[in-house]
């Protein structure tokens, strides 16, 4: 385990398991679906990797970039598109797949975006869910494990950009954010 670390909440075998329980109900729930697949950059790298893999379908993958945490522990709450999508949503199902749902501020911002922009259907998947942070209600469709209110790194979660690479997701001390 890294230093940094403190306790590990989903091992590696925990997060393969969760990929293969989620990637069975998606492949029933989106078949003759033509599903778009949608990677919120940086942290659903990873989850959307191994995930993908687990659906048995053909989809497609768009990728877009929104930032809110800027660099802290909490989220600003401040969405900012910092590169967007490169494939038309009009008539899509669009899958959203994300590393984790905190204050929902994110999710309850681009679900809305993608519907006006002409999305049949807009849903999320989730790896982890932090339901005792959120700020304004949002219910993702597919949650991978619920968390406590703690700081997580690791699968694509950071804190400063570092952590991302860790197998597993684990809480960071908090030492390391506050010195
Ligand atoms: C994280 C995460 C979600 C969002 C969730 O991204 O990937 O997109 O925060 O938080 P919320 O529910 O409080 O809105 P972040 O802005 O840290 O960017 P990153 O994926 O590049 O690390």
């Known amino acids: 385990m890294h230093h940094d670390v403190s306790e590990i909440l989903v091992s590696e075998k925990d997060i393969q398991a969760i990929c293969e ?15 778009l697949l949608v ?6 790298v990873p989850f959307l990797s191994d995930l993908a893999r687990k659906i ?3 989809v497609e993958i768009a990728y877009m970039s929104v930032s809110s945490y800027h660099g802290g522990i909490t989220s600003s709450g401040d ?3 910092k590169m967007d999508l490169d494939f038309s949503l009009t008539n ?9 749902v905190d204050t929902g501020k994110t999710l309850d911002t681009i679900v809305k975006l993608f519907k006006h922009r002409g999305a049949k259907s ?10 005792e942070g ?6 993702p469709d597919y949650i991978g494990q619920t968390i406590p209110k703690a700081f997580v ?27």
Not at 163 to 179: A, D, Q, S
């Open 21 to 35: 329980r989620l990637g069975k109900q998606l492949t029933i729930d989106y078949r003759d679906k033509n599903p």
């Open 39 to 44: 990677g919120l950059l940086k942290g659903c």
């Open 56 to 58: 048995d379908l053909s």
């Open 79 to 81: 969405v900012k598109i």
């Open 92 to 100: 899509r199902n669009v899958l959203i797949v994300e590393d984790i």
């Open 122 to 131: 807009v849903k999320v998947v989730t790896l982890l869910d932090k339901p």
């Open 134 to 139: 959120r700020v304004v209600p949002f219910l």
């Open 153 to 179: 790194v690791g699968y694509g979660l950071d804190y400063d950009e570092i952590y991302r690479n860790l197998p597993y997701v684990g809480i960071l001390k908090p030492e390391v954010y506050t010195k």
